[in-house]
């Protein structure tokens, strides 16, 4: 007890007022995320200033997105990390839900698994697909993006997808998860872009479907022998009047 008649564990407690200023700051920053993912989807990356954003997002100071995340490549990482968690932890759930309930996963169940989870960003408040799919195209890959996803949850899905095609060498898996990432992104993303304009020419079940037995084949597809020409075997063979 403290000399004050207060618990030495209540005098380590927080004033009320900054936690109330904490809450605020956090929901401010949310508020300024949402609102730039938004008009980052609708008009483009590098189209869009930040002070658009700041005054979308209702901030009467010209510079409230760079106080609360610097600059727009700081910015652009923490929507996509924002998403990428929640993605991966529905995605991880799902494949460990087949493991423990007794069901050896196959690569249809995978993609399935992974097609499930980008689909729960179809609903109205998220425009995370659109997003990343502007990001794709304006920049030609995910360059910018790796430190944003969980890295254990990659290493393990990875693992289990080596493991589901043994014959399949690791960087050819890399580069066909990169397509198959890609095209989920930007299939879905036209989806969403179709839904909000109700427009759609299918419903999701079945698009997601014939997404998921499309990209798993793409994934099973054996490694492409490729046979030199008979004048590129020469040139590759040592000659005899070397030998």
Known sequence: MSSTGRTSGEDSQPAPGRDRTNVRGEATREL????????????????????????AADQKNNFAVQYHFGDREKLVQAIAEYRARALMEVNTRLIADLVTGGQVPTVGDFVRAFVTALSS???????????????I???????GLEDTVPT?????????LLRLLPDHPPSLLDERWEILFTSAVHTLARYQVALRKEALRAPLGSLR????????????????????????QCRQEPSKASS
């Not at 195209?137 to 360059?143: D, I, L, T």
């Not at 254990?152 to 289990?160: N, Q, T």
């Open 152 to 160: 254990g949850s990659v290493a393990m899905l990875r693992s289990i």
């Open 32 to 55: 300024i995320l949402l609102t730039a993912e938004r008009l980052f989807a609708e008009r483009g990356i590098e189209a869009v200033p930040l002070r658009d954003i700041g005054l």
């Open 209 to 232: 479907e014939d997404l998921v037995r499309t990209l798993t084949a793409g994934l099973e597809t054996p490694p492409l022998q490729i046979d030199l020409p008979q004048d590129a």
């Open 121 to 135: 960003n179809l609903d109205e408040h998220s425009y995370f697909l659109p997003f990343i799919s502007r990001y």
């Open 137 to 143: 195209s304006e920049r030609g890959g995910y360059a």
